[in-house]
């Protein structure tokens, strides 16, 4: 592969394995394969859509575990639920500000334009960490706490000066971009669902090419449907190297420096 | 025979008013200047081809048929969240299609994200002079404040607004894509609070005529059904609120230009139909 | 449009004023006239019964009985039945068929027209040659009651093959009402009555044969303009045209017209 990758998002599932670092190998063996050279990962083993803080912190764990063993591969995110705002806060500090953490994993525990979510943004944001926040718009409904694109814009319209990536860009992506396009501090990463042709041309159209963001979901969704987003779409090469990687060293940087983490 | 009870009383009134300006002298009028068709479409009807659903073919039987103008929505409208591409695909159509006969009306879903950037987009970057709204495929009712929203921005624009009451005979609706007509009662209050607003309805099976009478509405014939209903029509609305329109390639073009010989109309009636309605709103 | 002989094989009393029968068709006629149809087949009285009663279907016949006589050159009458009612029937298919001037059955949404009600109807019908109309549709919506459909006109044709049978209105939805009617011969798709759809007639040409496609309009509760255009609109061949407008309907009317020695 022509391009440098960097995953946005990752877990440690679809891969055997008892422990994360044993699972964060066979992951790893995968991407080898399809030319990835750097995963974010994030969640542990167990998955909790409303986890309790000590569920948080064990799935942190496990994460920052998997982690230290590929410190040249993999970065970790760190698991929080706005409804716990001091185990939040907590974690914050405990993972990314004393740990090697480098990004904010929000999932479905509670619509993240509630204002239970503000002060972990803006201590993400002191963090100089992106806040990542899955979003999907589902005709079947929505799981009680999970988050559309529109509540997402809410909640950056209160935070500009965070950075905020839409996960699956909404599932619905012709809405979903449409509606976190005014934002300027919104990235689409489009995981995660299927490889319909026409997402990421789309995501360029209306956002820019430095708005979208490469990630797979793996490993319950394969590397190769999510990277056939970008190596398959009717986009510049230009475009998908900001894609495939650039985009996410960009906003990793600032907290990397911070780190001492040369690129 | 099959019409539904509320044209059945649209027509009895229309024939008994009709029938005292009947025209006994048979002869054609002298046709007017020009024949602008306000409701055509362009792209692909999603449950079937019609003849003519390829934008070249349409021009071709439009220009054979004596039409000079033809304001243009689009079908991917309807269903597409990608509205946008939708209306990028229309407007790059009639450029490149008909030598400036086809006029593109893009249409906006005040459902989606962000919908007021559809309408900036249609002024601003492709020039329409209107837009073409399709509520019941889009999941609004006309009492929506989006909706009202969406008409007063419009108007601001001076952009004129098309509203497609239907799109196909409820009856015969594909099971997975029914879709109800929406309900005409909110528009008088909404028309009335948006001064400035030019609002034409199309495929209006039964024009409302207390809309028409104010003047700020007007319909056009591709549905009005029974016979000589545009001469019906014609003696129970003001004649500048009627306008030419065919429904192609949805419908046979035919069906509008026949009406226009079925009905007696004089030389005003048959040119204010025709086009200079037409004009008059487009101004 | 004048180069073509227009015969219209479904007609209606209404949407013209008139108080009366005779006061109607002439009305009706003068928008013929500026479509240069011909002759018109007229069905049905001032009166919407969906489910006539003898007494009622009585009236409705005399009423189009009246009419026609006022307009004989341009108009046949099609007699009115009700099959809840079968010796009603028989007897008005006697009176105005036999014994009157009118040359085809209407029947409409009373039953569902594959019941065995209608076998001795329509075996009297084509005993004396009339041709057999029947309204069909298929609503989403859901049918009345008593509404046929196609497939309920497949049905009744295959038990009757020498009748002539009308699937008026082609279903609605033509696309399933072709294919429906498509292996009975003997049935003739009347394309009047709903929008001008198009590609319409292409596909029943296509699917039936130009021989077996009538044109009709449901004038005046539908102009005769939208219905026409489905014909003249139509990409098939003038030769198509010409059978569709007039000459498959006077075909099938001929046996009939020939017995009362009226000359096509």
């Not at chain 2, 002298?30 to 024949?35: D, Q, R, S, V, Y």
């Not at chain 2, 304001?71 to 969240?81: E, I, K, P, T, V």
């Not at chain 2, 086809?102 to 837009?131: T, Y």
Request: with cysteine; glycine share 8%; net charge positive.
């Amino acid at each position: 592969m022509k391009f440098e990758i960097w995953d946005v998002h990752t877990h440690l599932a679809g891969v055997p394995g008892a422990t994360p670092e044993e699972r964060l190998e066979r992951l790893l063996e995968y991407a080898d394969r399809v030319g990835i050279a750097r995963l974010c990962v994030m969640m542990g083993m167990k998955w909790n859509y409303d986890p309790t803080p000590e569920f948080m912190r064990q799935s942190n764990d496990e994460v920052m575990r998997a982690v230290k063993r590929f410190p040249d591969r993999a970065f970790g995110f760190v698991y929080l639920n706005p409804k716990h705002t001091q185990a939040s806060l907590d974690e914050l500090n405990r993972c990314v500000r004393d740990g090697p953490m480098v990004g904010v994993k929000l999932w479905v525990a509670l619509h993240c334009n509630d204002a239970r979510l503000d002060p972990i943004v803006e201590r993400a944001t002191e963090l100089k960490t992106v806040v990542t926040q899955h979003c999907w718009l589902k005709i079947t409904g929505n799981l009680p706490g999970e988050s559309t694109p529109m509540d997402l814009a809410e909640l950056a319209a209160r935070h500009p000066k965070a950075t905020f990536s839409c996960i699956h860009t909404g599932g619905d992506w012709e809405r979903g971009i449409r509606a976190i396009r005014p934002y300027p501090n919104i990235y689409a990463d489009i995981n995660g669902g299927d490889p319909t042709a026409g997402i990421t041309e789309m995501a360029v159209r209306e956002l820019g090419a430095e708005r979208v963001l490469y990630g797979s979901d793996a490993g319950g969704r394969s590397f190769s449907s999510q990277l056939a987003k970008v190596l398959g779409a009717n986009i510049p090469d230009s475009a998908k190297r900001l894609i495939l990687a650039e985009n996410t060293k960009r906003i990793l940087q600032p907290i990397l420096r911070a780190k001492g983490i040369k690129l | 025979m099959n019409p539904e009870p509320s044209r059945r009383d649209f027509l009895k009134t229309a024939a008994v008013a009709a029938g005292a300006v009947l025209l006994r002298n048979a002869a054609a009028a002298k046709p007017a200047e020009g024949l602008i068709d306000t409701n055509v479409y362009l792209s692909h009807w999603p449950l079937r081809r019609l003849p003519c659903d390829e934008t070249a073919k349409l021009v071709t039987k439009l220009r054979a048929n004596g039409v000079t103008q033809a304001w243009a929505g689009s079908f991917d409208a309807l269903l597409y969240r990608d509205i946008a591409t939708a209306n990028a695909r229309l407007a790059e159509e009639c450029r490149r299609h008909g030598g400036g006969l086809l006029v593109p009306f893009g249409s906006v879903n005040p459902k989606l994200p962000d919908w007021e950037d559809d309408l900036r987009r249609c002024a601003e970057q492709h020039r329409m002079p209107g837009i073409r709204l399709h509520p019941n495929y889009h999941g609004y009712k006309l009492e929506d404040p989006d909706f009202a929203k969406l008409l007063r921005l419009a108007a601001k624009r001076g952009l004129l607004v098309q509203m497609a009451f239907i799109m196909e005979d409820r009856r015969m609706m594909h099971p997975l894509l029914q879709v109800e007509p929406p309900s005409l009662k909110p528009l008088a209050d909404v028309v009335k609070k948006t001064p400035g607003l030019r609002l034409e309805l199309l495929n209006c099976k039964v024009p409302p005529l207390d809309l028409l009478k104010t003047g700020d509405v007007c319909v056009e014939i591709a549905m009005l059904e029974g016979v000589g209903g545009v001469s019906k029509l014609l003696a129970q609305a003001p004649t500048e609120c009627v306008l030419f329109g065919s429904y192609a390639p949805m419908f046979y073009f035919e069906s509008a230009s026949l009406k226009l010989k079925e009905s007696p109309l004089n030389e005003e009636q048959l040119r204010a139909v025709r086009c200079a309605n037409a004009q008059r709103l487009l101004a | 449009m004048t180069s073509f002989e227009i015969w219209d094989v479904h007609t209606h009393l209404t949407g013209v004023p008139g108080s009366t029968p005779e006061e109607r068709l002439p009305r009706l006629l003068e928008y013929a006239d500026r479509m240069g149809i011909a002759k018109l087949c007229v069905f049905l009285g001032f009166g919407r019964q969906y489910d006539p009663t003898p007494d009622q279907l009585r009236q409705h016949n005399d009423e189009v009985l009246r009419a026609v006589r006022r307009c004989p050159d341009r108009t046949f009458g099609f007699v009115y039945l009700n099959p809840k009612h079968t010796q009603a029937s028989l007897d008005e298919l006697n009176r105005c068929v036999r014994d009157g001037p009118m040359v085809g059955v209407k029947l409409w949404v009373a039953q569902h027209c594959n019941e065995p009600t209608l076998d001795p109807i329509v075996a009297r019908a084509t005993e004396l040659k009339a041709v057999v109309l029947q309204h069909t549709w298929l609503k989403i919506t859901g049918n009345l009651p008593g509404e046929s459909t196609p497939m309920d006109v497949a049905e009744l044709a295959a038990r009757h093959p020498r009748a002539t049978i009308i699937c008026a209105h082609t279903g609605g939805d033509w696309e399933r009402g072709i294919r429906a009617i498509r292996p009975h011969p003997n049935v003739y798709a009347d394309i009047d009555g709903g929008d001008p759809t198009s590609g319409y007639t292409e596909m029943a040409v296509r699917e039936l044969g130009a021989e077996r496609v009538l044109y009709g309009s449901d004038a005046g509760g539908r102009s005769f303009a939208s219905q026409l255009a489905k014909v003249l609109g139509a990409d098939i061949p003038n030769s198509a045209k010409r059978l569709v407008l007039a000459e498959n309907t006077k075909r099938i009317l001929k046996p009939i017209l020939r017995e009362k020695g009226i000359n096509v």
